[in-house]
């Protein structure tokens, strides 16, 4: 099937994922690079760029050969409540702590799923927030407060 290069949903994330990892590394053109073993400010953000970019190259060129067209449709439904859900992550993390926002956080985007069941999502986000807590908490120690008040 024919599918034009502007309506080929593989080509285009490609270029998108090509000017996200180009973006990062131009923005970090101007710290010191350092080396692997005595990484600078500008190592990560360079390396990740072109990790992005080269993973664009290989989606754009799946595309290429594999072109598939954009779908029809759009979810309004995603796009209105994953916004909502990162503004009640930024409320809660400041007034609740930083377990009820990422449980609230990932209990309401899954509302933008038509196949929302409550015991799953429940389940899905005890498990995230245990994992976040985990992760940003233990083993990064980063100084958020776990609820409200510690």
């Given at each position: 099937m024919k599918?034009?290069?502007?309506?080929?949903r593989d080509f285009l994330?490609?270029?998108?994922?090509i000017a996200i990892g180009c973006g990062a590394m131009f923005m970090a053109r101007d710290y010191p690079f350092g080396s692997s073993l005595?990484?600078?400010?500008?190592?990560?953000?360079?390396?990740?760029?072109?990790?992005?970019?080269?993973g664009g190259i290989i989606v754009l060129i799946e595309g290429m050969v594999k072109?598939?067209?954009?779908g029809r449709t759009w979810s309004v439904r995603a796009l209105i409540i994953l916004p909502i859900s990162a503004?009640?992550?930024?409320v809660l993390m400041e007034h609740?702590?930083?377990?009820?926002?990422?449980?609230?956080l990932c209990l309401i985007a899954a509302l933008a799923s038509p196949e929302f069941s409550i015991k799953q999502h429940t389940i899905l986000a005890?498990?995230?927030?245990?994992?976040?807590?985990?992760?940003?908490?233990?083993?990064?120690?980063?100084?958020?407060?776990?609820?409200?008040?510690?």
């Open positions: 599918v034009p290069l502007k309506q080929n994330a490609g270029l998108m994922f005595r990484m600078g400010p500008g190592y990560f953000p360079t390396v990740l760029g072109g990790l992005v970019t080269l072109p598939e067209p954009i503004l009640v992550f930024g609740a702590g930083f377990v009820p926002a990422v449980f609230l005890a498990g995230l927030t245990l994992g976040c807590v985990a992760l940003f908490i233990w083993g990064l120690g980063l100084p958020y407060p776990l609820f409200a008040g510690h």
